[in-house]
């Protein structure tokens, strides 16, 4: 079964501070990988995906990601937060056998402080 | 283009009573999926149908949980006499096979208090 572990659960930052948040992955396939985001009273919406390719991946509003296959591993980067970042960020896995359903982390709650 | 829409945005029911939520995909998409977003548990899934294929329900937590899709579109999750527990928010998402991601896209959900 696949199973996805986001390291943080709470995160607090202030504007232009650097962001990394862990993700990482068990499945014994190939897979997909995506980051989505949730801003408050909003819905889900997709900020970066790495299904092949290049494993730098870059996403919206800066984002970037980096897919490191030995370590299962799937972080999220931003070099300099804003304030309309706060949001919940989900890391997710799918297996990369045409459709199949997602398995999510937990989630991670960013807080941007002014 | 039109995303995914759910309904109703909200509900609230009183413990034991039956609900029924809706889902209208995006045009096109075959894949369908439902899953839960509860405090604590994150993002569960819960029902996956693909084209006429037999749904994948392995993630229902329990037989008072049922849903259908209609004509390979519209679906409806059903939970009979809710508990307190299934208070949560319902997502429906629905996928194609696009640039071979098949990247899922998620309505807005219900947000279901049993009270």
């Known amino acids: 079964a696949q199973s996805v572990s986001q390291h943080n659960h709470h995160v607090i930052l202030s504007e232009a501070a650097s962001l990394e948040l862990g993700c990482n992955y068990s499945y014994g396939g190939t897979v997909n990988l995506f980051w989505y985001v949730q801003y408050p009273g909003q819905h889900l919406q997709l900020l970066l995906k790495y299904f092949s390719g290049d494993p730098l991946v870059k996403g919206i509003k800066g984002f970037e990601a980096e897919f490191i296959k030995s370590k299962f591993s799937f972080n999220l980067r931003k070099p300099s937060v804003q304030w309309s970042d706060t949001a919940e960020y989900f890391c997710?896995?799918?297996?990369?056998?045409?459709?199949?359903?997602?398995?999510f982390g937990k989630g991670t709650m960013l807080l941007v402080s002014p | 283009g039109a995303g995914v829409s759910q309904s109703p945005s909200n509900k609230v029911t009183e413990k034991g009573k039956d609900v029924e939520l809706r889902c209208d995909p995006i045009?096109?998409?075959?894949?369908l999926y439902w899953y839960r977003q509860s405090l604590g548990q994150g993002l569960e899934f819960l029902i996956y149908?693909?084209?006429?294929?037999?749904?994948?329900k392995s993630g229902l937590p329990s037989d008072r949980f049922s849903a259908e899709r209609t004509g390979g579109s519209v679906s409806t999750l059903t939970i009979q006499r809710t508990q307190q527990e299934d208070s949560a928010v319902y997502l429906c998402a629905s996928s194609s096979v696009g640039d071979g991601s098949y990247e899922q896209y998620f309505g807005p959900g219900t947000r279901l208090t049993v009270t």
């Open positions: 045009s096109g998409h075959t894949a």
């Open positions: 149908f693909q084209g006429n294929s037999a749904p994948d």
């Open positions: 997710a896995v799918n297996a990369r056998a045409g459709y199949s359903t997602l398995t």
